[in-house]
């Protein structure tokens, strides 16, 4: 009492009376609310999930069918009660954050949720390039994150212990279309590869060129270059050489810019091979008649699999509760972000862990993930534990899709076939004058 | 051989598109002293504004291209007002706020359209599409070509001509005495901008039919435009084509006989050499 009234007494000799004691009241007000705040975050009954991906930016696309794909499953497991662990059901709560399609800007802002916000664990980036920014964040302070999207085997190299990935990298999947084309008649003698300057479009790339010199083709060019390039300077020199198959690695964008550069320059390969993009409903819908028909791609995840499990039901169900919600058809990065969910699941429900997890669960959370070998609607989800894939979900096999007038089918293999390959693709003036 | 030419051709068809987008943005800078950040944006939004015509009335998208110009005509008249306002001389540092405001008015376009369309790209179509002539021309490009270098010689015709573009050319070289000649400074701004949009405009509806569309386009044009006004000399209209030819080949030869990699480092290094030696622009007539 006495030492106040000496404050008081103080603060009136410097500053008067009223302000005196309106710093006091203010400090007095912050303790509480600080006591409080601290009090709240101690007693959690929710497991609180950091979502760091790119909301803005050029990967603002990818980012947001990764926020679909985790919300979903928030969605479909709050709707059941939440997480059961240990007889009790603990629901999740999301909290976002927007990584500006910038590693850096990935890196302070999953730094933020970790100190600040006190996330349990971390649902990652759409991007490679984001994701090799976050992982060492999740590493210093010992936080899992599985991440539903990053396809660049530069991401496995590194062998982070608290980063998973629940697709399988490019360098794995990559290999499917170009083999299968090689098996097509007339067979294919050569190939020309474009990569756009990011690590998962590179990493495709290399994929496509690595393949095709397995498979005996012969390799034309090798280029990687800008996103946001003008392609018909790089396209002519690519006619010149007449490959059979034109590869690229890239994302929606940028491919949308080299099928209409070309068309432009009336070239027309017996087929053209891109990865990351035509999965997405989005393009098909402006380029899947036009430029991009006859596309092939990669899928590691098609709604017509039979694949099932108890919290979604079939991938029919699962595509379906997606549509409803969201008027989009999911593609395998919705459905990868979803299995991230159930990933962590069987994680926590191993070693009953409750919310909020304090840094000694969550190393066991981490570990528990490393041997979870479960299978889900998506596929199964079953981490590497070493190799150059540590980490990353690599048992799952890649499907090879084309795109059909609009819509999309799988073409390979032949268990999930649902439409014969349209080999070799018609030239573009045919294609634009069916219009 | 063909190679070579081709590549020639595709440089040149590349930098005529440019020359729309810069011309505009040059004679603002020259007119109105006004750096306007937002040159991206009104080519995303001349994009936009011929695509949504597309997908609505189901017509080629060159059929919007008089249709963009006299709307965004409209829009950058109604603007340039509180531009002005920004950028007159009782504000501190006018130059400076003109171009903070012109970054908001980009950040806002963007955003907006971010909002409202969402992110996935799009793609606009035209007849011309898949037309390519001998040594493989783009049809496409080659129309784009032949429109913007027309409508950028009108527009240079207009300024050196008529009256009025006399007396824009006099408020650009001198505001104050051009007002007291009795030359309306204030609605001539409007004009000016007003100008600048349409035909900013029009060069959205010609960048959106050759490349994919989306709300986050802009920057690289702000980049280009910057780049061929400060080469071609600020406030020089007529630099404006020799820059840009130059930008577009540059290009193209980077791509072809370096590595594409290298486009922009050598298109920017042209920009630094040139700034050091002849700071006035590459003919030596800028500001």
Same mark, same amino acid.
């Given at each position: 009492?006495?030492?106040?009234?000496?404050?008081?007494?103080?603060?009136?000799?410097?500053?008067?009376?009223?302000?005196?004691?309106?710093?006091?009241? %203010?400090? %007095?007000?912050?303790?509480?609310?600080?006591?409080?705040?601290?009090?709240?975050?101690?007693?959690?009954?929710?497991?609180?999930?950091?979502?760091?991906?790119?909301?803005?930016?050029?990967?603002?696309?990818?980012?947001?069918?990764?926020?679909?794909?985790?919300?979903?499953?928030?969605?479909?497991?709050?709707?059941?009660?939440?997480?059961?662990?240990?007889?009790?059901?603990?629901?999740?709560?999301?909290?976002?954050?927007?990584? $500006?399609?910038?590693?850096?800007?990935?890196?302070?802002?999953?730094?933020?949720?970790? $100190?600040?916000?006190?996330?349990?664990?971390?649902?990652?980036?759409?991007?490679?390039?984001?994701?090799?920014?976050?992982?060492?964040?999740?590493?210093?302070? $010992?936080?899992?994150?599985?991440?539903?999207?990053?396809?660049?085997?530069?991401?496995?190299?590194?062998?982070?212990?608290?980063?998973?990935?629940?697709?399988?990298?490019?360098?794995?999947?990559?290999?499917?279309?170009?083999?299968?084309?090689?098996?097509?008649?007339?067979?294919?003698?050569?190939?020309?590869?474009?990569?756009?300057?990011?690590?998962?479009?590179?990493?495709?790339?290399?994929?496509?060129?690595?393949?095709?010199?397995?498979?005996?083709?012969?390799?034309?060019?090798?280029?990687?270059?800008?996103?946001?390039?003008?392609? !018909?300077?790089?396209?002519?020199?690519?006619?010149?050489?007449?490959?059979?198959?034109?590869?690229?690695?890239?994302?929606?964008?940028?491919?949308?810019?080299?099928?209409?550069?070309?068309?432009?320059?009336?070239?027309?390969?017996?087929?053209?091979?891109?990865?990351?993009?035509?999965?997405?409903?989005?393009?098909?819908?402006?380029?899947?008649?036009?430029?991009?028909?006859?596309?092939?791609?990669?899928?590691?995840?098609?709604?017509?699999?039979?694949?099932?499990?108890?919290?979604?039901?079939?991938?029919?169900?699962?595509?379906?509760?997606?549509?409803?919600?969201?008027? %989009?058809?999911?593609?395998?990065?919705?459905?990868?972000? !979803?299995?991230?969910?159930?990933?962590?699941?069987?994680?926590?429900?191993?070693?009953?862990?409750?919310?909020?997890? !304090?840094?000694?669960?969550?190393?066991?959370?981490?570990?528990?993930?490393?041997?979870?070998?479960?299978?889900?609607?998506?596929?199964?989800?079953?981490?590497?534990? !070493?190799?150059?894939?540590?980490?990353?979900?690599?048992?799952?096999?890649?499907?090879?899709?084309?795109?059909?007038?609009?819509?999309?089918?799988?073409?390979?293999?032949?268990?999930?076939?649902?439409?014969?390959?349209?080999?070799?693709?018609?030239?573009?003036?045919?294609?634009?004058?069916?219009? | 051989?063909?190679?070579?030419?081709?590549?020639?051709?595709?440089?040149?068809?590349?930098?005529?598109?440019?020359?729309?987008?810069?011309?505009?943005?040059?004679?603002?800078?020259?007119?109105?002293?006004? *750096?306007?950040?937002?040159?991206?944006?009104?080519?995303?939004?001349?994009?936009?504004?011929?695509?949504?015509?597309?997908?609505?009335?189901?017509?080629?998208?060159?059929?919007?291209?008089?249709?963009?110009?006299?709307?965004?005509?409209?829009?950058?008249?109604?603007?340039?007002?509180?531009?002005?306002?920004?950028?007159?001389?009782?504000?501190?540092?006018?130059?400076?706020?003109?171009?903070?405001?012109?970054?908001?008015?980009?950040?806002?376009?963007?955003?907006?359209?971010?909002?409202?369309?969402?992110?996935?790209?799009?793609?606009?179509?035209?007849?011309?599409?898949?037309?390519?002539?001998?040594?493989? *021309?783009?049809?496409?490009?080659?129309?784009?070509?032949?429109?913007?270098?027309?409508?950028?010689?009108?527009?240079?015709?207009?300024?050196?001509?008529?009256?009025?573009?006399?007396? *824009?050319?006099?408020?650009?070289?001198?505001?104050?005495?051009?007002?007291?000649?009795?030359?309306?400074?204030?609605?001539?701004?409007?004009?000016?901008?007003?100008?600048?949009?349409?035909?900013?405009?029009?060069?959205?509806?010609?960048?959106?039919?050759?490349?994919?569309?989306?709300?986050?386009?802009?920057?690289?044009?702000?980049?280009?435009?910057?780049?061929?006004?400060?080469?071609?000399?600020?406030?020089?209209?007529?630099?404006?084509?020799?820059?840009? #030819?130059?930008?577009?080949?540059?290009?193209?030869?980077?791509?072809?006989?370096?590595?594409?990699?290298?486009?922009?480092?050598?298109?920017?290094?042209?920009?630094?050499?040139?700034? #050091?030696?002849?700071?006035?622009? #590459?003919?030596?007539?800028?500001?």
């Amino acid at each position: 009492m006495n030492n106040n009234a000496t404050l008081i007494t103080s603060l009136k000799t410097v500053v008067g009376r009223r302000p005196a004691r309106l710093a006091v009241g %203010l400090a %007095l007000g912050l303790s509480m609310l600080f006591a409080f705040s601290t009090a709240a975050l101690a007693a959690r009954n929710y497991y609180k999930i950091g979502v760091v991906t790119s909301l803005s930016g050029d990967y603002a696309l990818g980012g947001n069918l990764t926020k679909r794909g985790y919300s979903t499953w928030a969605r479909a497991v709050n709707a059941k009660g939440g997480i059961k662990v240990d007889g009790k059901r603990y629901k999740v709560k999301l909290v976002y954050a927007d990584a $500006q399609s910038n590693p850096k800007s990935g890196a302070d802002a999953a730094s933020r949720m970790i $100190q600040s916000q006190e996330v349990d664990f971390i649902f990652g980036p759409y991007s490679s390039a984001v994701t090799l920014g976050v992982a060492p964040i999740a590493e210093k302070y $010992q936080v899992p994150m599985v991440t539903g999207s990053a396809e660049s085997p530069e991401i496995w190299k590194h062998h982070f212990n608290f980063t998973f990935g629940t697709i399988p990298s490019v360098d794995m999947t990559a290999q499917a279309p170009i083999k299968y084309l090689t098996e097509q008649s007339p067979k294919p003698g050569s190939i020309a590869v474009i990569g756009i300057n990011d690590p998962f479009s590179k990493a495709a790339a290399t994929g496509f060129d690595e393949a095709a010199k397995k498979t005996g083709l012969k390799v034309d060019s090798f280029d990687v270059v800008p996103t946001h390039s003008d392609f !018909s300077a790089l396209l002519s020199k690519i006619k010149d050489e007449n490959p059979d198959i034109l590869a690229v690695g890239g994302e929606p964008q940028d491919l949308i810019d080299v099928l209409k550069a070309s068309a432009s320059i009336n070239f027309s390969p017996k087929a053209i091979v891109m990865h990351y993009g035509i999965t997405d409903a989005g393009f098909r819908k402006e380029v899947g008649s036009t430029f991009g028909n006859y596309t092939i791609g990669i899928t590691d995840w098609s709604p017509d699999a039979n694949l099932k499990d108890d919290l979604f039901g079939t991938a029919k169900q699962y595509a379906q509760a997606f549509e409803k919600h969201y008027n %989009l058809t999911p593609d395998y990065t919705t459905a990868a972000c !979803s299995a991230t969910g159930e990933a962590f699941t069987a994680a926590l429900q191993k070693i009953g862990a409750k919310p909020p997890l !304090s840094r000694g669960q969550r190393v066991k959370l981490m570990k528990a993930l490393e041997g979870i070998d479960i299978h889900t609607f998506y596929g199964p989800v079953n981490f590497a534990k !070493s190799g150059a894939h540590f980490h990353d979900n690599s048992e799952l096999k890649p499907m090879v899709v084309q795109v059909v007038d609009g819509d999309k089918y799988i073409i390979s293999p032949a268990k999930y076939k649902q439409h014969d390959v349209v080999y070799p693709r018609p030239p573009f003036s045919k294609l634009l004058n069916k219009q | 051989m063909d190679l070579f030419l081709q590549t020639v051709i595709n440089g040149i068809l590349l930098g005529g598109i440019y020359i729309v987008l810069a011309a505009g943005f040059s004679l603002v800078f020259g007119v109105l002293d006004i *750096i306007d950040f937002a040159v991206g944006e009104w080519v995303m939004l001349g994009a936009f504004a011929a695509y949504f015509g597309q997908q609505y009335l189901h017509v080629d998208a060159f059929v919007f291209l008089p249709v963009v110009f006299v709307a965004f005509f409209a829009l950058g008249y109604a603007i340039q007002p509180i531009i002005f306002r920004v950028v007159s001389t009782k504000t501190h540092l006018p130059m400076l706020m003109g171009l903070v405001f012109t970054f908001g008015l980009s950040t806002l376009m963007k955003g907006s359209a971010l909002t409202a369309w969402g992110y996935n790209p799009r793609s606009l179509d035209t007849f011309l599409s898949d037309t390519s002539l001998a040594l493989s *021309i783009p049809g496409l490009r080659l129309f784009a070509f032949v429109f913007a270098v027309a409508a950028t010689l009108l527009f240079i015709g207009f300024l050196y001509r008529t009256r009025t573009g006399l007396a *824009i050319r006099a408020a650009a070289q001198d505001r104050d005495k051009a007002a007291l000649m009795g030359v309306r400074v204030k609605d001539l701004a409007s004009v000016v901008y007003g100008l600048y949009a349409g035909m900013t405009g029009m060069a959205g509806v010609l960048i959106g039919a050759i490349f994919s569309l989306s709300p986050q386009m802009g920057a690289k044009y702000t980049t280009f435009a910057f780049f061929v006004v400060v080469l071609g000399g600020l406030g020089y209209v007529p630099g404006v084509f020799v820059a840009a #030819i130059l930008l577009g080949l540059i290009n193209t030869m980077t791509t072809v006989y370096f590595n594409a990699s290298y486009s922009f480092l050598m298109v920017f290094l042209l920009l630094f050499l040139v700034l #050091i030696i002849q700071p006035k622009g #590459i003919l030596g007539r800028g500001t």
